[in-house]
């Protein structure tokens, strides 16, 4: 599943079901799923992001104040 898809498919189909109030449909719990799913794999990539290009070491490199622009 693609970004793309869940703003444009899922994310209206997930909005259509429980303004329907079907909430306890399989279908729904099913989106729910793809949704948990979805969620985890985009933090988790985001966190190896972050530890391969330094982890912590980041946080004391770019701690401070907003460089200037001019």
């Known amino acids: 599943m693609q970004g793309k898809h ?17 909430e306890a449909t399989s279908v729904h719990r099913e989106l729910t799923r793809l949704f948990e799913d979805y969620r985890t794999s985009d933090v988790a990539d985001l966190i190896a992001l ?21």
């Open 6 to 22: 869940i703003g444009h498919v899922i994310g209206e189909r997930y909005v259509d079901n429980v303004e329907a109030g079907i």
């Open 50 to 70: 972050y530890q391969a290009l330094g982890g912590s070491a980041l946080d004391d490199r770019y701690h401070g104040p907003p460089a200037r622009i001019i």
